[in-house]
């Protein structure tokens, strides 16, 4: 039976020639794509993973999805894997030494695991980056965690200019002392409890 499978699968794919075959690829990995992304959401909601870790997860599997993808459609169409891996190993290496040898960037990368892991602050908490207790520091809330910056939405007093957006350098929370306050309802959040207070209760 698995034969037989694997014989239509050949034949198929034979009949298809290069061009069905690429087709094939970018609608199958159109589909992975938004499944996994799917799948990662609702884990994020469910609390399996971590809200802070969501977008740099769909960010890794798309990187991963396209990738892939990317290399059989070039095999699809004549190129060697041999050469496709060898020149992904070198290029590799490359990234490798350069990212080796930017110890800010590293150290930044290893803040953004200690803060998932020790949790000073969460999303849409609004935080304050003091130097010492006396002098006003950085304020606003955290709307997004990457890698290498936080994102905070600058909190704007009453009758001052546009609010601003900071992204600050994840090693500076180690640095410096953090203020946290309270998670405040995010824009979506809020937009809802309006219509919610606007809408007459029957």
């Not at 087709?23 to 938004?34: E, K, M, Y």
Request: proline share 4%; glycine share 8%.
């Amino acid at each position: 039976m698995i034969e037989r499978i694997q014989l239509w699968i050949e034949q198929t794919m034979q009949a298809l020639g290069p061009v069905g075959r690429v087709l094939l690829i970018v609608i199958i990995a159109w589909i992975a794509h938004r499944l996994v992304r799917a799948l990662i959401g609702r884990l994020g909601t469910r609390s399996v993973i971590p809200a802070e870790l969501v977008v740099g997860a769909k960010r890794v599997a798309s990187f991963l999805i396209t990738a892939t993808a990317l290399l059989l459609a070039l095999e699809q169409m004549g190129v060697s894997a041999t050469v496709l891996w060898t020149a992904f190993t070198g290029f590799v290496a490359v990234g490798a030494i350069a990212f080796f040898a930017a110890w800010s960037v590293l150290s930044n990368i290893f803040c953004t695991l200690l803060i998932v892991t020790t949790r000073p602050f969460r999303l849409y908490d609004e935080i304050e980056l003091l130097e010492n207790g006396e002098k006003p520091g950085l304020r606003g809330q955290v709307v997004d965690l990457n890698l290498i910056y936080t994102t905070l939405r600058e909190t704007v007093p009453e009758g001052g200019h546009k609010e601003s957006v900071l992204q600050v350098p994840n090693s500076l929370f180690f640095q410096r002392i953090v203020r946290r306050w309270g998670a405040r309802p995010s824009r979506f959040e809020a937009g809802i409890r309006r219509v919610e207070a606007k809408t007459p209760s029957g």
